[in-house]
């Protein structure tokens, strides 16, 4: 029967792996067949390796907070504006070519969403975090759905009400790769209008 790899496909436990087997090697040469010399580079790329492993949990846990923190900012930015375009459209004198020229007059043109499919897009943020954007138009936002390895059907993931959308669920094998696959529908009024949009594929690097 063969056997699978010996090497572990968690980072962690590469790193357990590696540190284990060297530190009985530099204590015992003779026994194995080595020298110093053989050793010594794998220790040197072990630690590069763990202080890589270091640097890329802190890059994810920042990309995770300075998104959470820049849709925050958006939505406080939100409420100032709406608030102040309120206080110029009340008003006595407001007039829409008043309001055509600050750009605080919506389109005429209305999207016909039961005819309608929104468009997804993704960037992987590594271990799990992707950033998911998408084209809202008239709707009130998109129900989101996910496919991971695994899965038999696709699961609902979220009510989306604006984009973007960040999908931070860990990795189903930390260390390994992950296949996801995410498409959306439009809501209006609490109800799925329109056409699902093309399946999104990403790849989770670890």
């Given amino acids: 029967m063969a056997k699978v790899d010996f090497l572990p496909n968690k980072d962690s436990d590469l ?28 220790i040197a790329a072990a630690a590069d390796f763990e202080a890589k492993i270091a640097l890329a949990s802190k890059a994810a846990a920042a990309s995770k907070g300075a998104t959470t923190e820049k849709n925050a900012s958006r939505r406080h930015l939100e409420l100032e504006f709406r608030a102040l375009v309120r206080q110029i459209k009340a008003h006595r004198g407001y007039t829409q070519a008043q309001g055509d020229v600050l750009g605080i007059e919506g389109p005429q043109h209305l999207v016909d969403l039961t005819a309608a499919k929104p468009d997804l897009a993704a960037i992987d943020q590594t271990a799990g975090v992707l950033v998911l954007t998408f084209t809202k138009r ?19 993931l979220a009510h989306v009400m604006a984009s ?10 930390m260390g390994a790769p992950e296949l996801r696959r995410y498409t959306a529908v439009y809501r209006l009024k609490d109800k799925q209008v329109g056409t699902f949009s093309d399946d999104l594929v990403i790849a989770c690097a670890p």
């Fill in 15 to 42: 790193a357990v792996a590696v540190a284990r087997a060297t530190s009985t090697l530099m204590s015992d040469f003779q026994t194995y067949g080595v020298r110093q010399e053989d050793v010594t580079p794998v």
């Fill in 138 to 156: 008239e709707s009130d936002g998109i129900n989101l759905y996910c496919k991971r390895e695994g899965d038999e059907d696709w699961v609902l």
């Fill in 164 to 173: 973007p959308f960040v999908d931070d669920r860990p990795l189903l094998h």
